[in-house]
């Protein structure tokens, strides 16, 4: 089996939705925490695996996304994994430059609910205006 043929099947394990997507949520491989949550496509997929870097799909852009392309803040694979329904692909990720965040932020999970509102419970790190100049 080559490794184009290994690819597709691994691929065809995936349950797509209607739109050909798969949720991909990005967590931190040394600490467990959640830093954020994009979608994939087949060949977004394809390619994180190649290079071994997070590449998502952007619905709002319709195009690929390799995280870091404009900010810097790449995240390199360690580990990927599908859930039990094929239907979510966790990514265990070392976040260069510890900001996942087009906020600015460490992670995208920055609210907390808190008394019926919705508490911010992480500092910008950096301005996202200084991030995407």
């Not at 394990?13 to 997507?21: C, P, Y």
Request: charged share 25%; aromatic share 6%; hydrophobic share 40%.
């Amino acid at each position: 089996m080559t490794k184009a043929d290994s690819n597709t099947a691994l691929l065809d394990q995936v349950a797509w939705n209607d739109d050909g997507l798969v949720p991909a949520i990005a967590q931190d491989a040394r600490t467990g925490r959640v830093l954020m949550m994009a979608w994939m496509n087949r060949e977004s997929l394809a390619l994180t695996i190649g290079e071994e870097r997070a590449v998502y799909w952007s619905r709002s852009r319709g195009k690929l996304w390799r995280k870091g392309e404009s900010s810097g803040h790449v995240q390199q694979v360690r580990e990927l994994r599908l859930d039990c329904d094929g239907d979510t692909v966790l990514l265990l990720v070392e976040q260069l430059g510890g900001i996942a965040c087009h906020t600015g932020r460490t992670s995208c999970f920055y609210r907390v609910l808190d008394g019926g509102d919705w508490r911010i419970n992480q500092p910008v790190i950096k301005d996202p205006e200084a991030i995407y100049e």
